[in-house]
């Protein structure tokens, strides 16, 4: 009998069960009972529901795995933001029942009692290939990529000969240059004793006060370090040298000033592998531009005596492996981890928190609403992006419903992470109703998201309650489009309008009023009714940015309340990391006596998007999603800044009101001296009338 090559799995004992084809992202959980050291077997339903799980394999043939067990700070910082809803289940493929314990115990040791996360942490004692066969084949089939993925590792040569292989441990991605370029190639090395040497002072990154600025491979892609033109004595070579003595920068500097091409650091005698990274005031410093790993103590021994008499060469491998962790998501489906940054079992945690915040969005998404369906999964891609024309109710049918809300879905094509788009874009989405051709509510935006780095998992509920006026329509015909660049890689997007909460009586009841619901002095229901445009579009964020006319406007007849509405966010990166990486401040000034004021005081830290996954952040993203933006984050919605200007403006319209606008940079007016960033800023005056129902 012929059998083809694809993968089958299958449930049940001795495959009596259910066999199918090769297990997806996005399908079902299968059953499962796990062995565990307590000796209580951990299934998949736990006290009758079926939670959602981490799955993590352990192999010894990756220091990026060892470092997460052998760090303090790695166990801690899982310990401390771990969700109490998800369960995590640890395995290892080599050593099942020592490595296990090992983690049992790093975990017990650290989480000082902490039983009812213990609880929630299940150690399988036994091999992966005998557990269980479908959570085998997913670790398996499914890809990882990146770095952190397989094995890293370097082939010392003498002659044609290998003389030894040793594991290694790459620098922080964001501190240290990538070992990419030169994977494969074959380089000579060098053992220097002194690498505590320095031929000038380290160089400031040179932002001001409050700025903030990444590596420059960090931002950019294609960056290429310069040429050095110091002393070459180390030129196309890689310098061997102890991890101890001075810090590493001092070190990485050493080795870059004389020309090296990569630098390799050994740990001290029974001191474990670590990351290299920034330390302190070195972090202050500007990046070296040369890549840094880091092997053990008697890896080092293994191959120093060669080195030292000058015939052995090596090369920076990856092997690959079975992939280190999947998931089981808050819905019971098979779900991708996403890519780990640095060794931290702090990534398992994100992926946690995003499973509390889909079962905060079913609770959201399932409330009772008009659901007015947009977009299907279609593709969002060149210049026309994903457009399509929608009928809409009339406008005082829309001004019933307390609360709008756009549910959106960024979705790729495969099946996996990788088949996503790489980079992170703004997306926006405008529309444009019949009657208002020709005027500057004509294809403005309604929306504006961020997209993750790689990752097909993010689906997002924005409150535009306020910028109702922009549904309002002649006939009952609007067009809708969201767009990003357009060279970009496509999306699939789907989109959904919700109208939640109808009112049948013009006055609120008290016994069930809700915080959104906006009233007058008499109790009546107010709803937005039109709408002026007061800021749209993109400007540059320099010395001129704050050249700009004073907004005037008169309240029309009727109006009972008053909201100014922004979406702000910066982009780029001049000197000081602005617009992208800086802390900025953005005031509103009404009536040149009140003053509102949003600072974006999460730029440029190094978790500020990481730790908003709880808001709706993707996490573990392919990118350097972890640092704090300019008024987003990658992956997530940007929700618009509202304010009631109701006290501050004359309602009567008998007079005219005044706002004007101002962004700065350490609360002065922005300078930089290179590069400058951009700021996109939507805002508007939305006027609120009494519902007549």
Known sequence: MMFSRQLFFCTGVLLVGVCRGLLYPGDPTPDFSLPTLSGEPFTNIVRGVKPPVVFYRYDERSLFLKAEWDSDSSIKDFIKHASD?????????????????HMHD???ELAQGDKLLLERCHFVPEALDKVNPWISQVFKQWPCIDHGCGSDNIVFKQKEDVIHTALRLDGRYDWVMSMHSLVG???PVVYVEDSCQSMSEPELKGTEPGGFKPAPWVVDESWQPPVQKTATNFSGKVVLTS???????????FASEHGAEALILYAGEGEPVVEIQCQNETCDYSPIPIPATMISYLDALAVVLSVEA???TLSFNNTDLPHFYFMSDYFGNLAEGGWFLYPSLLFLDFEAMWFDYTARMHRR??????VMPILKNQEMHGPAGANVSITVPRYEELRLYETVELLVNFNCSGHFDKDCAIWDRTVGLSICCSGQEGTPLCNYELGRWITPF???IGYWLTDVTPLLPLLKSNDGVCTVAMRTDPWALPWYVSLDILLKKKHTSMYEDKASSNSKTITDATGAFLAPSSMVSMIHGGKTFDKHYNNRSIFKFTVPEGVRAVRLVSVITGHGSDNNGCGEFCVTQHVMTINEKVNYTIEFNNAGTALGCAMNVPLGVVPNEHGTWLYGRDGWCDGQEVQPWVVDLSKDVDLSGSTINTISYNGYFNHHDPNPTSSPGMME?????????PVEV
């Open 85 to 101: 809803s998800t369960h995590f289940v640890f395995f290892s493929s080599q050593n099942s029942k020592a490595n296990v314990q």
């Open 106 to 108: 790093r975990l017990t």
């Open 185 to 187: 190639k074959e380089l």
């Open 243 to 253: 991890g101890k003595g001075c810090d590493y920068y001092q070190k990485m500097k």
């Open 310 to 312: 000058g015939l052995v």
């Open 365 to 370: 998404i399932t409330e009772p609403a008009l």
């Open 454 to 456: 790689r990752r097909r």
């Open 681 to 689: 800023v939507f805002s508007e005056v939305v006027f609120y009338t």
